[in-house]
């Protein structure tokens, strides 16, 4: 057994560290963070003190046994279910490749021949981010509303804003999480899970008083686990970390006297069906209240339907949308909404814990698309 300590500002940066010390079969020994020297004791700033080890073995045993022991452990059954989810998930994708056209199709339709006030919100609407087929309808709903009179082309703006926000409305109002619940969050790799699950715990903990447990089941990142027992010691909340599907079970078991129980788990990229097969093992042994899809609202809209149409088969309940803070138009949201026809539990505003964290009504986001000036054609 290799042990190596490292000193980090972030826990992120003893990654590559590790990895080259100990290659990728290295584990997380310890994680303390730690103080260091300044005046009579104050103003040190914190780092961590970061134990791993690593087996001396190489990784290529470890593999060769885990070959040799996989069709011990797999039955007829086993794979009977896999053959049918893989399908399951074949048709899916051949789903989205109808959808991918249809957005195709809405997006080269650029021709309107709408009046000259009309047309200016029209461009207002795709310039934001609005594809061109949504914005189209929008506009043709606005024009039964109104003559191309000039004299009413001042209340134009109005009345496509009244149209927006009741579709929003209609479509999905906006929730909060609240209640009893176990709640997981899924998604693509790189959309902030595990910063988004802890802010949401934060707020549970610590404005409505609910007591909270973590279960983590991301074990492809040697510093989400870390980073998530950090949170769960600032919140003074437990942190079980479950690497099988019997360890998930046992660690709902023994959380199961909390109100709230979220769940962190690694990114999954949509085209790697193995893992998400994987990760649907865990859920359908043992059922979730929840399961919430994240999205980052800077992948383009059209990027996000192969990807929703993967990880519906995780039966979302609802959406949060991050990287608010991050993008130039709004128009995604609405784009987003009104597409997959979920609510939006939660947006994110940036990495700061518990508060960048907000919920948005319908009219609220209905101005940050109309009210906004960024990337409007003239």
């Known amino acids: 057994m290799r042990v190596r300590r490292y000193m980090v500002n972030k826990l992120e940066e003893a990654k590559p560290a590790i990895l080259r010390d100990l290659g990728k079969d290295a584990i997380i020994i310890s994680t303390n963070k730690v103080k260091a020297k300044g005046i009579k004791g104050l103003f040190g700033k914190y780092h961590f003190e970061v134990l791993a080890a690593a087996d001396n073995k190489t990784s290529t045993v470890t593999q060769e046994s885990k070959i040799k022991a996989k069709p011990v452990t797999t039955t007829e059954v086993e794979h009977h279910v896999k053959n049918n989810e893989l399908e399951m998930i074949k048709n899916e994708l051949r789903e989205n490749q109808k959808l991918l056209q249809n957005v195709i199709s809405d997006l080269s339709n650029v021709s309107t021949n709408f009046p000259e006030a009309y047309e200016k919100l029209f461009k207002k609407l795709v310039s934001q981010g609005i594809i061109e087929g949504k914005a189209k309808k929008l506009i043709q709903k ?151 899809l994240v999205f980052s609202l800077s992948t383009n809209f059209k990027d996000l339907l192969p990807i929703y149409n993967t990880f519906k088969i995780f039966e979302p309940k609802g959406l949060i949308l991050s990287k608010l803070d991050e993008v130039e138009t709004y128009g995604n949201i609405y784009n987003i909404i009104t597409e997959f026809k979920l609510p939006v539990f939660y947006y994110t505003t940036g990495q700061s814990v518990p508060e960048d964290i907000v919920v948005l009504n319908s009219s609220q986001i209905v101005s940050k698309i109309l009210d906004n000036n960024t990337g409007d054609v003239q």
């Open 142 to 292: 606005l024009q039964k509303m109104y003559t191309s009179d000039s004299k009413i082309n001042a209340f134009l703006i109005d009345g496509l804003r009244d149209i927006m926000v009741n579709e929003l409305e209609t479509i999905a109002k906006p929730e909060e999480i609240s209640g009893n619940y176990s709640i997981a969050l899924v998604g693509p790799t790189g959309v902030g899970k595990t910063t988004t699950l802890a802010k949401i715990a934060a707020h549970s903990a610590l404005n409505k008083q609910k007591n909270v447990g973590f279960i983590t089941l991301d074990n492809y990142r040697i510093a989400a686990t870390e980073q998530l027992k950090i949170y769960g010691d600032i919140l003074d909340v437990p942190v079980v970390v479950a690497n099988t599907v019997n360890e998930y079970a046992e660690a709902m078991s023994a959380l199961n006297h909390k109100e709230q129980v979220f769940i962190d788990t690694a990114g999954r990229s949509h085209k790697n069906t193995e893992q998400l097969l994987e990760l649907k093992k865990y859920f359908d042994t043992l059922a979730l209240d929840q399961t919430i």
